[in-house]
Structures are given as structure tokens and as C-alpha cells.
Nanobody, 112 residues
Framework: QVQLVESGGGLVQPGGSLRLSCTTS????????MGWYRQAPGKQRELVAGITSYGNTNYADSVKGRFTISRDNAKKTVYLQMNSLKPEDTAVYYC??????WGQGTQVTVSS
């Protein structure tokens, strides 16, 4: 069956960096657009960054210039490099394949 497994979350100080990974199995990864979403307590899940099967990317305004999404089709993995992290980036981060398949999420906490 299709599985998406996120990793790389944790506690980081403001201004720090984290790299999230989402490794997939059971799907033709290369043909799917992939996205990173996040959900903070009491808020709706929102798109953070997306990447098409061709490698075109888009970002939420709140993370432009700080986050970078990338993919490695050979490894069936999508990444989210997060720099200059802010407390408001604190959330559970999920990866998704075209909003059809979802991972279990990884917690990112930005706090001093």
C-alpha cells in the first residue's frame, strides 16, 4: 500500500534550520505533484510548499525566501529545507501526494 513517512522534525531555536524528509513507497512517485502542509493548534491545515512532477515549485507567502522544497525521484523522497525559522512556523508538518495520500506528520517547534 501507499506509505508516506516524514522525518526531520524537532525543536529548534528561532533563526535555526531544519530539513524535513518524506520518503514514499507503494506509488509511482515521479508522476505525482508533492506538497508540504502544516497545521498549528487551532488552525486549519495550510499549504507550505508544492513541487510538480516536472520540478516547478510554489510557496506560501509566509515562507518564501526561507523554505525550499525539492525532490529526488530516484529516492522517492521529497524534502523541505527550512531556514530562518520563526516561532510562527511551529506546527505539525505533513507531506502529501496530490492531497490524495498523506503522511502521519512530524512536529516542528520553534522556541527559545
Amino acid at each position: 500500500q501507499v506509505q508516506l513517512v516524514e522525518s526531520g522534525g524537532g525543536l529548534v531555536q528561532p533563526g535555526g534550520s531544519l530539513r524535513l524528509s518524506c520518503t514514499t513507497s507503494g506509488m509511482r512517485f515521479s508522476i505525482y505533484a508533492m506538497g508540504w502542509y502544516r497545521q498549528a493548534p487551532g488552525k486549519q491545515r495550510e499549504l507550505v510548499a508544492g513541487i510538480t512532477s516536472y520540478g516547478n515549485t510554489n510557496y506560501a507567502d509566509s515562507v518564501k525566501g526561507r523554505f525550499t522544497i525539492s525532490r529526488d525521484n530516484a529516492k522517492k523522497t521529497v524534502y523541505l529545507q527550512m531556514n530562518s525559522l520563526k516561532p510562527e512556523d511551529t506546527a505539525v508538518y505533513y507531506c502529501s501526494a496530490e492531497r490524495t495520500y498523506w503522511g502521519q506528520g512530524t512536529q516542528v517547534t520553534v522556541s527559545s
